[in-house]
Each structure stands twice: as C-alpha cells, then as structure tokens.
C-alpha cells in the first residue's frame, strides 16, 4: 500500500469509527424517544400539567443542551434531530431547557391547542379579582418549591397591609393549603405576629412534595425563611424535604390544622371573610390560597366512603402490614400503590377497576402489575365497580355479579377534582391558556 494511503487510513479509521459511535447513539436516542412518545401517547399522558417548553422546530438545531439539562427523567426527547416533548406529564416546569439552549428555541408555556390550563388572574400584589384574597404557589401558574416558598412569604407581606386591628374575631389571616407555599406563608405570618391558622385537608405538611415518588431527587434552589433563615438545598430527595418541613414545624411552631378541607369561601374586604371548612367555619380580614394545581381527591361517593379505613393515596406502605388492603384506580397512582403494598411482605393486596385494561398507566407499572397478579402477590378486580365500603368488607359489582369480599383498608386513587370550580364559586376571575404565558 502506498504510503500516503497508510497514513490516510491512520487518520480515516478512528474518524470513520467516532463516526459511526455518533450515528449508532443518535439512532438509539431517536428510538427511544419514539417508544416513550408512543407510549405517552397510548397512555393518553400528552397533557402537561403546567408550565412547558414549546420548541419551535425551524430553530432547533438538534443538539441535545435540553435534554441533558433538564433534572427530570424523559420529558424531552430527540425525534429526527429535533428536540422534542416526549414524556409531557412528567414535566414540572424546571425552565432549565430553555435556560440551556443555545438558539432560543425554547418558549415556556401553559396549555396546549387543545387543553386549556386555567391561571387565575393575579395583580402584582399577588391578589386576585376579589380583592383581600390572595393566591401564592403553584395554583398561580408559578411551580417549582422555591417560587412557592417566596411566593407565600411575599403575598403574607401585601395581604398584611391595612389589616385593622382585632385581637382574634375575625382572625388577620386564613393560609389554605401547607404546602412549601402555605408553609412559608405560615411562617411569614408568625413573623409579622399575625392572627392566622393554615388549613390542609391532607393528615400531614408538604402539599405536592409527600406525594413524590419515593427517593425523588428534588432540584430546588435556596431561599430564605422567615424564622428559620436560608433554605440551603439545591439537590436532595423527597424524604430530606419533607424531614426539614418537620423540623421547622417542630422547631416554630405554627397554627396547622390538618384534615380539614376549606370547600368555600364568603364575604368581602370590607365586611371581612368566612371560610367555610369541612369541619367549621373561620372568619378573616384577608385569605391566602396556597392550594396548588393537584386539586382535591375525587370521591366516589358510595355509602362507607368516610369510614376512618379509608384514604385517598398511599403515604407509607408499612402502615398496611400485615392487613388486606384494596386500592381503587387504574391510573399510575393507583398501580404504583398497588406495587408497593404487593411487594411488601405479608400483605394482602387487591386492585379494583372499572376498564378492561390499564390503558391509562406507564408500561412498566402495567407490566409489572401483570407480574404480581401472575405471582399471586395481587388479586386483580377489573370491570368491577365498587358499590359500598363496610367495616370489615367491601362490595363490588363484577362481570360475575355482586361480590362482598373481606377488606381492612381502602385507597381510592380516582385522580383529583382542579381547584378551578372552588376558584370560580369564590368570584375569582381564572384565565384559560392555550399554549401562551
Ligand atoms: C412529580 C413531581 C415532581 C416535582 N419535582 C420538583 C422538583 O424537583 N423541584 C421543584 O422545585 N419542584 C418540583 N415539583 C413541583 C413542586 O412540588 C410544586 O411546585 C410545589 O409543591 C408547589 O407548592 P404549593 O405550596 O404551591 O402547592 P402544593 O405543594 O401543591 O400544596 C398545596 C396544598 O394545598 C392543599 N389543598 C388543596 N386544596 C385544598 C382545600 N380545598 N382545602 C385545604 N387544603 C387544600 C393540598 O392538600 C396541599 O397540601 C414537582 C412536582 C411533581 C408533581
Ligand atoms: S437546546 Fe435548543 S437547539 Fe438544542 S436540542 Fe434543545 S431545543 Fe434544540
């Protein structure tokens, strides 16, 4: 071989095999972004929740600076070398894609073509169109743990300007939800030595966060803290998280009342406020609304549904050892309890469905229910209904007719109810977006 050609091939080789490296993983990364946008689509999972990128395809250059940044697992994909939105309800709204692109080809919206999201109006006080009631967190269309927290401390400030001066009847101020929003608004409140009480109709603190997957990895950034000071984290996990609430909880604390649902509010500024609980009723000069964007669990509103045995999501799986639990769903939320009580030992666990199949679930938590039903972990129910909850049982209508089958504990996972209706009952005005900011 001539000289000149060994020296050429010395060179040509490794290029051609870098070549063929970049092509091979480009090729890998272009099916797995159709198979997850695939089976977000067979899932019917193409609706983000909230905030999300929206690539404009004639800018994007294909090189991938979106999805490396983004701290969620496949939310952006690469389909023919364009960035894509492949796993859209696991978006929550970071912005790092946009952040990390080059070209700007990355907008941040809310809504799409054809799903409205519903932003209430808000002024720069944080108030909404009833004045005296303000809205802080996620369910202004601002997400993200560190924009609740200064959020809620923020809107403490503006709604305790010009409050008059009363001892306790009626109260400064009413928090709804205790959340990182509410949590931070509590605080803010204490601070300022406001007459206040939070509401939550969950049994415990931390809003969206205590319902994460377990270990979540949690990117954050820090704040600061009325009371407590910095809030350091940047990367920890769903457990540190809700650790650290507990811990300034316990450390300062704050008028919580939990497992009380607020389900509406009456009245003006001028003639203060009522807000009507499930367990009673408040009176303020001014309300604070730190209820997110999850809603309030829907019911199905059979006869034995508000008997203690009854929740509405999983909050630790030991807490069921060694009972005979039913989960009530088809969505991830439910398969994913389902999974975790039917992996624990010594627990009996069944799952009840209306459908025929999980076609509204993640492929693997529908895979790996198949398994454990396969393995006797798991009783599946499907096309069945529940009719009632009794003490020690629980009635179901199935294809073989009525079956009255012995139960010590239920979780209906049945989604959420969005707070749009609760925000239009109250008077406030509510935008609908479809695909803008
Ligand atoms: C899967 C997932 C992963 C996420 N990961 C991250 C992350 O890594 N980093 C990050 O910064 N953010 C993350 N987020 C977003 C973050 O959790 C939210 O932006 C944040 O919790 C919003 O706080 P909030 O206080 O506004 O509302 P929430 O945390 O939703 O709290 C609202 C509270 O209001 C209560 N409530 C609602 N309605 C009523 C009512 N009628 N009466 C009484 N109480 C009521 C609820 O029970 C709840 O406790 C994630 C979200 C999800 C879903
Ligand atoms: S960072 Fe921008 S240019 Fe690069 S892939 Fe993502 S959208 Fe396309």
Same mark, same amino acid.
């Given at each position: ?174 928090? *709804?939800?205790?959340?990182?929003? @509410?949590?931070? +608004?509590?605080? =803010? $409140?204490?601070? &300022?030595?406001?007459?206040?009480? #939070? ?125 005979? *639990?039913?989960?009530?769903?088809? @969505?991830?939320? +439910?398969?994913? =309890? $389902?999974?975790? &009580?039917?992996?624990?030992?010594? #627990? ?90």
């Amino acid at each position: 071989m001539p000289p000149n050609i060994s020296a050429m091939l010395i060179y040509l080789l490794p290029l051609m095999a870098i070549m063929g490296l970049y092509i091979f993983s480009q090729q890998r990364r272009h099916k797995r972004s159709l198979e997850l946008l695939r089976e977000a689509t067979e899932t019917g999972l193409l609706e983000p929740a909230s905030l999300h990128p929206l690539i404009n395809e004639s800018l994007c250059i294909g090189c991938k600076s979106c999805i490396n940044a983004c701290p969620e697992h496949d939310v952006l994909g690469l389909i023919n070398n364009i960035a894509t939105l492949v796993g859209p309800s696991n978006c929550i709204g970071h912005g790092a894609c946009r952040e990390a692109c080059p070209v700007n080809a990355i907008d941040l919206v809310f809504g799409t073509a054809t799903r409205g999201v519903d932003i209430p109006l808000l002024q720069a006080d944080f108030q909404t169109s009833v004045p005296g009631i303000y809205i802080a967190g996620e369910l202004g269309g601002m997400g993200l743990v560190r924009n609740a927290i200064t959020q809620g401390v923020q809107a403490v400030d503006c709604a305790a300007k010009n409050l008059r001066k009363c001892p306790n009847d009626p109260l400064d101020l009413v928090i *709804v939800g205790a959340g990182p929003a @509410g949590l931070a +608004a509590s605080l =803010a $409140a204490k601070e &300022l030595g406001l007459s206040y009480v #939070t509401l939550d109709h969950e049994s415990g603190l931390g809003g969206t966060i205590a319902h994460f997957p377990r270990g979540k990895l949690v990117m954050t950034r820090p704040a600061t803290l009325p009371l407590v000071g910095k809030f350091q984290f940047v990367e920890t996990s769903k457990e540190h998280l809700l650790a650290f609430w507990q811990d300034v909880v316990d450390k300062h604390p704050l008028n919580l009342r939990f497992s009380e649902g607020v389900t509406a509010i009456d009245g003006d500024i001028t003639n203060d406020f009522t807000t009507t609980t499930t367990l009673g009723q408040f009176r303020s000069q001014r309300v604070l609304l730190c209820i997110g964007r999850r809603g309030t669990p829907r019911k199905l509103n059979i006869p034995g549904e508000d008997l203690n045995k009854v929740a509405y999501r999983l909050q630790d799986a030991t807490q069921y050892a060694g009972m005979n *639990v039913m989960i009530m769903g088809g @969505g991830d939320s +439910a398969l994913e =309890a $389902a999974i975790s &009580l039917a992996e624990q030992e010594n #627990t009996q666990v069944s799952l009840c469905y209306r459908g025929k199949a999980f076609n509204r679930a993640k492929f693997k938590n529908r895979e790996r229910i198949q398994i454990l039903s396969q393995e006797d972990k798991l009783t599946l129910h499907m096309e069945s209904e529940p009719t009632a909850i009794e003490r020690e049982t629980v009635t179901l209508t199935t294809p073989d007719g009525t079956k009255v089958l012995p139960n010590q504990a239920v979780i209906i996972c049945a989604g959420g109810v969005l707070p749009t209706a609760f925000l239009q009952n109250i008077g406030i005005q509510v935008d609908t977006k479809y695909g803008s900011r």
